[in-house]
């Protein structure tokens, strides 16, 4: 009988530290060919809003499992989240259905947790000031990831809704500088989260200061795009999966057809600069940008950790089919 393993199953069973090492170890098996993984399938039921299926088998941890998630931006108004997910795993030997878990938290989490892999590597050490566009869910994940990896003096965060940005700064647990436009919480930020819903540039690439790194987690289809396309062209890029990038993001697609660069300036996965295959940041001035859309390798090495906790706890609901 697969175990059912509630939101609170999973946030108790997942700490933010130790997921980030799960995820740098789960991105270097996927871009080393350990992983097998399609690019997810998505289908659109509504203006913006569609229904993902992503499956992943990973021979290490024998597990097989499949994420369906639904993103919906209009949510907002009816007081549920936009991202809410379902993952199910299975036995990778036997097939028998394993654990369905809570996917929304997992999302949230390891979508941070991937991209403090992508500071650990691609930010400069000597960081001061942190800047968050967005102040949703991820904005507050990422708050609570990024200064795992990296020791930041300063935070600011922006939102088009100036009520969002208070909740946002009074919530936060430290010190957050509220800031009344995009630009003033970028100009001279060594670290930058995109995470909001829009779909066109919120940041330029004259806002942004020689040596910062950009992470990109907001536009994740092939219309919609949050940075300056000068800004791509002007920077490393670090995706986490190519032949994603070629179909989802938007922010490279878009840059493409616009003709400010060609596919080959993807510089790297993040697994082939995390297992070292490729290198990372290579000097104080460079700019770095990596493009997250998430994998569901991600996902299934997230609920695998949460499951094998919970089990090993006697917690969960066992569930009979």
């Known amino acids: 009988m697969p175990l059912w393993l509630s939101e609170a199953d999973v946030h108790h069973a997942l700490a933010m530290g ?19 993984q399609p690019v997810r399938t998505a289908l659109e039921f509504g203006p913006g809003s569609f229904f993902g299926l992503m499956p992943a088998g990973d021979a290490a941890s024998g597990l097989l499992g499949a994420k369906m998630v639904t993103v919906v931006p209009g949510n907002a108004s009816r007081g549920l989240p936009s991202h809410q997910a379902l993952i199910a795993l299975f ?16 999302t949230e989490a390891r979508t941070a947790a991937v991209s403090a892999v992508s500071a650990r590597h691609l930010a400069r050490r000597e960081v001061r000031v942190l800047a968050i566009l967005g102040t949703g869910v991820q904005a507050r994940s990422h708050l609570a990831a990024l200064p795992l990896v990296r020791d930041f003096e300063e935070v600011r965060a922006w939102s088009p809704n ?57 536009a994740c289809r092939p219309n919609q795009r949050e940075m300056d396309p000068v800004l791509v062209a002007r920077a490393t890029l ?22 400010h660069i060609a596919a080959d300036h993807i510089h790297a996965e993040l697994g082939e600069i995390a297992s070292g295959a490729k290198p990372g940041r290579r000097s104080p001035e460079e700019v770095t940008i990596f493009k997250s859309l998430g994998l569901a390798i991600e996902d299934v090495v997230s609920a695998g950790l949460a499951y094998r906790r919970v089990k090993a706890a006697g917690g969960g609901v066992q569930v009979s089919l």
């Open 18 to 36: 130790e997921l980030i090492d799960a995820m740098e170890t789960a991105l270097a098996a996927f871009s080393g060919g350990r992983v097998v």
């Open 91 to 106: 036995d990778a030997v036997n097939g028998e259905p394993l654990a369905v878990t809570d996917g929304r938290y997992i």
């Open 162 to 218: 100036p009520a969002h940005v208070q909740s946002f700064v009074a919530d936060a647990g430290r010190p957050v500088r509220g800031c009344s436009s995009a630009e003033e919480a970028v100009r001279g930020a060594d670290v930058i989260v995109l995470a909001t819903a829009g779909t066109t540039p919120v940041v330029r690439s004259e806002w942004v200061d020689a040596g910062a790194h950009v992470i990109g987690v907001g």
């Open 238 to 259: 670090v995706v986490d999966s190519r032949a994603a990038a070629m179909v989802e993001a938007g922010d490279i697609l878009l840059a493409i057809r616009d003709g």
